[in-house]
């Protein structure tokens, strides 16, 4: 993955962020030394996870027509644990901006239960996030959205859609996005572009 780092003075369309996904009359305007985070154009052939049934379900198509971010988690990730506590913080700032975030367990080796989940929310005090557990099919077909299978996934992974399911970018490091990053004033103002340009 590479850091993407918008420079005072260019216009995005300069940058290059065609290849994110932004059409034409969407490009974002002039940026103000934004650093998004370890950030990488989606990956080919990803795309909304459809079909997605229970809780999860409704949460995906109820958000589909703004921007969303969906964070894959496990209970046994540790990365995640980290992440998922950065998120709940960072939640209702993006909020305000209109930016959803959904933390979706997909336990690779589907032993997650909703137990584990409800313990999660509790050891890490999560106020305002509310995981949701994807379980037998529903884990491969969001695996599948952002072309990882249960062999190939590393978790966490963080997605951004754009409005109406467009795969944006991921949003990743190694060990998960350090949790200041989430709040961090250039993210937040990049958010703010994005959700500016639609």
Same mark, same amino acid.
């Not at 950030?39 to 027509?65: F, N, Q, T, V, Y």
């Not at 959904?102 to 305002?128: C, E, F, H, Q």
């Given at each position: ?18 290849? %994110? ?23 080919? !052939?990803?795309?909304? *996870?459809? !079909?997605?049934?229970? @809780? ?8 589909? @027509? ?43 080796? !589907? ?5 584990? &989940? ?11 996030? @509310?995981? &949701? ?34 795969? %944006? ?15 961090? *004033?250039?993210?937040?103002?990049? %958010? ?7």
């Amino acid at each position: 993955m590479r850091l993407i780092s918008f420079p005072a003075g260019l216009k995005a369309a300069a940058l290059g962020l065609a290849a %994110f996904g932004l059409p034409a009359e969407a490009q974002l305007s002039e940026t103000r030394n934004l650093t998004i985070g370890w950030a990488e154009p989606a990956p080919e !052939g990803s795309h909304w *996870p459809e !079909g997605i049934g229970g @809780d999860l379900g409704a949460r995906l198509e109820a958000a589909k @027509d703004g921007w969303v971010i969906v964070d894959y988690w496990a209970s046994w990730c540790g990365p995640c644990m980290g992440e998922l506590k950065a998120l709940n913080g960072a939640k209702p700032v993006y909020a305000e901006k209109g930016i959803t975030i959904l933390a979706a367990n997909v336990d690779i080796a !589907g032993r997650d239960t909703p137990v584990d &989940v409800a313990r999660t929310v509790m050891k890490l005090s999560l106020d305002v996030l @509310d995981p &949701v557990l994807a379980s037998g099919a529903d884990i491969d077909t969001m695996l599948a959205a952002v072309g990882e299978t249960r062999k190939t996934a590393s978790l966490p992974i963080t997605i951004l859609y754009a409005p109406g399911g467009r795969p %944006f970018a991921l949003l990743q490091q190694t060990g998960g996005i350090e949790a200041d990053s989430w709040t961090d *004033p250039g993210m937040l103002a990049f %958010f703010d572009e994005l959700a500016g340009a639609e």
